[in-house]
């Protein structure tokens, strides 16, 4: 499984960006999705998940109401559209996809898109 994540960059705090990542196979196998991110010096963490059918969403406290999570099923993508952000944000996001067979779980990871938010 491959997934590829694209959308980072360079960004004033109050702007917006829009992260991609597409999956090597159907994303509908994936019971959840998720992006998570890591600053410089801190552990990674969960920033959204959606399940597979899109029906339930969860967010960090730290970015409710300003990043919306979505996938895209019949184009096998995730999307994270994070709106007025700030340099907090500044990070290395990856891109999740999380599998369960029985008592199995699979977690497969992006190489990570840096996202930069300047002050």
């Known amino acids: 499984v491959q997934l590829v994540e694209s959308g980072g960059g360079l960004v004033q705090a109050g702007g917006s960006l829009r992260l991609s990542c597409v999956v090597s196979e159907s994303t509908f196998s994936f019971n959840v999705m998720g992006w998570y991110r890591q600053a410089p010096g801190k552990q990674r963490e969960l920033v959204a998940s959606i399940t597979s059918g899109g029906g339930s969403t969860n967010y960090a406290d730290s970015v409710k109401g300003r990043f919306t999570i979505s996938r895209d099923n019949a184009r096998n993508t995730m999307y994270l559209q994070m709106n007025s952000l700030k340099p907090e944000d500044t990070a290395v996001y990856y891109c999740?996809?999380?599998?369960?067979?029985?008592?199995?779980?699979?977690?497969?990871w992006g190489q990570g898109t840096q996202v930069t938010v300047s002050s």
């Open positions: 999740n996809a999380r599998r369960t067979i029985v008592y199995a779980q699979f977690n497969y």
